[in-house]
């Protein structure tokens, strides 16, 4: 009884010993977004449009890995390994698709206690009449790398600004 209660304690230390890999775990919900209301007061005010059947395709390296619709609340949820780069699509038909990307292959070998967690809501816009968005929304448009001196997950804001104003041109909007 001995040896096996030793035998048993020292497989758990060794399981408990090893590192566990560092995950991503990224999470949110898929607005619908209206470009007429963009800037206006009101829809800040207004509660959000969930979207369901929203389809997410997971690739790396150009290759499908995983393809799946999120929930009918408009909830997603998707955990990525660290060590790799993702792209992330959203698409549902009539609006215009996005792409995330997810720089994993950035974040140091070391044991971390949980995983890092990324809440991102996703706002598909309508596609635009007599306005071609396929370009727009095959390009990544936003993209999270690891902070070093925050040792977090964190969005590379700059770039998302950039994608956003090219939006705004194809959208034909105007900040006011």
């Known amino acids: 009884m001995k040896r096996l209660t ?32 963009l800037f206006a007061q009101k829809q800040k005010n207004q509660a959000p449009t969930f979207m369901n059947d ?16 999120n929930r009918n609340s408009g909830f997603y949820a998707l955990v990525l390994m660290a060590g790799k780069d993702y792209e992330v699509a959203f698409s549902h038909e009539g609006h215009i698709s996005k792409r995330v990307l997810i720089e994993g292959s950035n974040i140091p070998d070391k044991e971390y206690d949980q995983a890092f967690k990324m809440f991102t809501d996703i706002t598909l816009f309508p596609k635009i009449e007599n306005v071609d968005t396929q370009e727009y929304g095959s390009r990544v448009i936003a993209r999270c790398v690891f902070n070093d001196s925050k040792e977090r997950m964190t969005w590379d804001m700059p770039y998302a600004q950039h994608a956003f104003d090219d939006f705004l041109k194809i959208a034909g909007v105007e900040p006011e």
């Open 6 to 37: 030793l035998t048993l304690a020292i497989i758990l230390a060794s399981i408990g010993a090893q590192a566990t890999e560092a995950k991503i775990l990224l999470y949110g919900y898929v607005i619908e977004g209206n470009v007429d209301e």
């Open 54 to 69: 929203v389809r997410i395709q997971v690739y790396e390296n150009d290759s499908l890995v995983r393809d799946f619709t």
